[in-house]
């Protein structure tokens, strides 16, 4: 009945027993005994903060007061309405494609100068003061990083896709959509990529755009928000959640200049409720992305970015190579999905146990956070300076048209310690910005360019680094340092295949790359088309789809994706599609039966008892019943807390028992009020004579609540909750008999997950079957 929270870090048991027959035991056997109460504590990491957790309210509350403004909206408010929506979805691409663009300017040009100094020193051959220099920049840009995530705002620490997932499926996420850390997250992306850290800004871009989104929906930031009457519209979850949807897949589309990639990121990924209207608002926001991206590339070909250059977007463009590929590339491509969905279940796991050895540094306190940060830094900058005097000098290639060697911010043959005419591969994908390393180990027609050495150097670091970055106290981002480590063992196996295939080895080390992101993100459809947008070659598309399936497949028969492990640790309660089979062996009657009593409120309701129920409660909403005084009860609807408090404050109360006309609520309440959320009970204060005075309940609550017969199986109630966005399923009486109430329970979130049950039903652990997904 209460609405909970969610479970401490590492009390999810993601990984399961297989058992036989979890489904043929019949509905009409009894089923297994209670242990105890359903209950969970109200805790969950959100970034790097320690929040208390609620549920967001997507359903439509069909009070009175809502009947009549919709029945009395005209066809101008519907069209404001409408046309409201397309306005934001088109300044949440607008903006986020600004701020990309602001992103990847600053990025590239900070690193792209930190570069040229540590250039003019090796160039010198003044190799310890191009260290201090390299390694100093560094120490900085991740202090400055770090310091403002653990400062200001801790919700700005990591991707944020996890969280982003856990809003869109109903979760609450507490101060991860604001000003401050919007803010946070753009300085923090800035220094950390500059930095050089082995992680990227794809996903604090889908952050920012979140943010965006938000920030637009509710007219700013919490204590500066603007009061426009069109802005009333959106002042609801629901409105709020398409926005977001909106800002994510924009997100996606700034960092890879994907807008359709961008588009299915947000329904394949993040997403948990979709509809055609959203879909249309939200390629819209990605094209707007796209045009904004776009007139930037040109005014920067123009040379007016800087050291900006190619850099910054990543974009390899192999419309210009031919792709060719046989029946017995078929062996190459197959190992190449097979080797992502191993190393990226692999990884998932490695990830794992280092996020939670972090957690324990983490929760020393800010200063474990900075030193932490600080010394993967220092550990990052060393290897990558050090690790290429390892590499030999290759001679350059009279042939190629590219200048060979260069010491300069980027280009394709490092100079490095090499005498003139000779390059140092390993200095060429270490010593330059992450996405120009992305640039150089997919350059097409260079077969010779990387020795294997060089090749299995670069995987190894990027392994060990892609392991130790993510988790630090800095926005970070999966996508590029998945991207850097599948690039390099593609390539490797393109230079092993050598002549028994035709495929380029830059498009292997494409292959690559999208077969570590599926084995590790387990996501096909939107990674297949990103690649292909990224390529700019539809004729990758048979070999592309073919690696993504083989890698999930794979990838799945080990454990779960990245993403829902990040859930699982932080305690978000993630409601997953599909339900355990051994839930249809109990039912939610059952479910109900583990809580504690459901405390109801009458239709015309005495003060002192609101007050007592505000009070010794947390309980999120309340039934209102009618007919107290005949022998059969009703459910008139349901109340939420937040209405409560608002009847409170406003004082609204009758001297006699009596249930009130239409006009005389529509005269102190408004929709627009009962759509924020004030369940603050604190500072209200109810007199004496108050108490004694009633309230009534029935023009505010919602009489359409959706409900279940207590006979119904777990799995159906929670795929009823998920796919429509409940913060309350009732449980009512199959057979209602005299005396009995109409309502004998309440479901919410935390009743509906799988460990919270197994928690309360401990003999369902033997009849589960497969891992909890």
């Known amino acids: 009945m209460a609405e909970d929270g969610t479970l401490q870090i590492g009390n999810s048991n993601y990984n399961g027993e297989e058992e036989a027959d979890p489904e043929n035991n019949t509905m009409n056997q009894p089923l297994l005994k209670r242990h105890r109460t359903l209950s969970s504590t109200p805790l969950a990491l959100v970034g790097t903060k320690v929040s208390h957790i609620e549920s967001l309210d997507y359903e439509i509350n069909e009070n009175d007061l809502f009947k009549h403004d919709w029945r009395s909206r005209s066809k101008a408010q519907v069209f404001q309405y409408i046309f409201a929506k397309w306005t934001l979805a088109c300044l949440v691409g607008l903006l986020t494609g600004l701020i990309a663009t602001l992103i990847n300017l600053a990025v590239e040009n900070i690193a792209g100068y930190k570069l040229l100094a540590v250039g003019y020193y090796i160039a010198q051959d003044r190799y310890w003061t191009g260290l201090l220099i390299f390694t100093g920049a560094n120490l900085g840009l991740t202090l400055v990083a770090t310091v403002l995530v653990v400062v200001f705002a801790p919700t700005a620490a990591g991707p944020g896709i996890p969280e982003i997932k856990a809003y869109l499926n109903g979760v ?59 802005l009333r519209y959106f002042n609801n979850d629901r409105d709020r959640r398409d926005l977001i949807t909106c800002g994510s897949a ?111 540094i983490n929760q020393k306190g800010k200063i474990h956070k900075v030193l932490l940060s600080l010394s993967v830094s220092l550990f990052t900058s060393v290897c990558l300076y050090g690790l290429p005097f390892l590499a030999e000098c290759k001679p350059c290639n009279p042939s190629i048209d590219e200048a060979c060697p260069t010491n300069g911010r980027s280009g394709n043959f490092k100079q490095f310690n090499c005498p003139n005419g000779y390059y140092n591969d390993l200095a060429t ?121 083989i890698a999930k497949t794979v990838g799945d028969s080990f454990n779960l994706s990245i993403y829902e492990i990040i859930l699982h640790l932080k305690g978000l309660p993630f409601l997953e599609a599909n339900p355990e089979p051994w839930m249809r062996n109990l039912t939610v009657g059952e479910l109900g039966d583990a809580k504690p009593p459901v405390i109801t409120l009458h239709g015309v309701e005495k003060v002192a008892n609101i007050v007592d129920a505000l009070r010794n409660t947390t309980h999120n909403a309340f039934p209102v019943l009618d007919g107290e005084d ?144």
């Open 172 to 230: 609450d996420t507490p101060n991860m959509f604001g000003a401050t850390t919007m803010i946070v997250k753009i300085v923090g992306s800035i220094g950390a990529v500059a930095a050089g850290l082995d992680l990227g800004k794809e996903g604090p871009l889908v952050h920012i755009g979140s943010c965006i989104a938000s920030l637009l929906g509710q007219g700013g930031p919490d204590n500066h928000r603007i009061k426009w009457r069109w």
């Open 250 to 360: 924009s997100g996606v589309c700034a960092a890879f200049r994907s807008p359709v990639g961008g588009v299915l990121f947000a329904l394949e990924e993040v997403a948990t409720w979709w509809r055609s209207a959203l879909l249309w608002r939200t390629f819209f926001s990605t094209a707007v992305v796209v045009v904004v991206l776009r007139a930037f590339i040109e005014i920067c070909n123009s040379g007016k970015c800087g050291l900006f250059g190619k850099g910054g977007l990543i974009m390899f463009d192999v419309s210009h190579v031919e792709v060719r590929y046989h029946a017995v590339d078929i062996i190459p491509v197959t190992l190449i999905g097979v080797f992502g969905g191993i190393l990226g279940s692999l990884y998932n796991h490695l990830l794992h146990k280092v996020l939670r050895f972090y957690n324990l």
């Open 429 to 549: 994908l270490f010593l330059t910005t992450n996405d120009d390393a992305v640039r150089n180990v997919f350059s097409s027609n260079t077969p010779n360019e990387f020795g294997m050495v060089s090749l299995w150097i670069y995987f190894g670091l990027y392994c060990i680094l892609g392991l130790i970055t993510f988790g630090i106290a800095t926005p970070s981002g999966l996508f590029l340092p998945i991207i850097l480590m599948g690039s390099a063992y593609g390539r490797m196996l393109g230079t092993v295949m050598g002549s028994y295939t035709k495929i380029d080895q830059g498009l292997y080390a494409v292959l690559g790359a999208a077969s570590l992101m599926a084995g590790s993100m387990r996501m096909t459809v939107s990674l297949c088309v990103i690649f292909l947008e990224l390529t700019n070659n539809l004729l990758l598309l048979p070999i592309t789809m073919f690696v993504l399936l």
């Open 630 to 773: 005949s022998a059969v009860t009703e459910l008139h609807g349901l109340i939420l807390r937040a209405h409560l408090v608002k009847v409170l404050k406003k004082r609204w109360f009758l001297n006699e028992k009596r249930r009130t006309e239409e006009w005389e609520v529509r005269e102190k309440f408004t929709p627009v009020e009962l759509a924020e959320r004030e369940d603050n009970f604190d500072d209200v204060a109810i007199t004496s004579s108050e108490m004694q005075m009633y309230v009534d309940l029935h023009p505010l609550a919602n009489t359409t609540p959706y409900t279940v017969v207590q006979s119904m199986s777990v799995a159906k109630a929670l795929v009823l909750f998920r796919s429509v966005g409940l913060r309350h399923l009732l449980i009512v009486p199959k057979i209602q008999a005299s005396g009995m109430s109409p309502v004998i329970g309440i479901l919410t979130r935390q009743d509906l997950r799988a460990y919270n049950i197994l928690q309360a039903f401990p003999h369902l652990d033997k009849h589960k079957s497969g891992k909890l997904r």
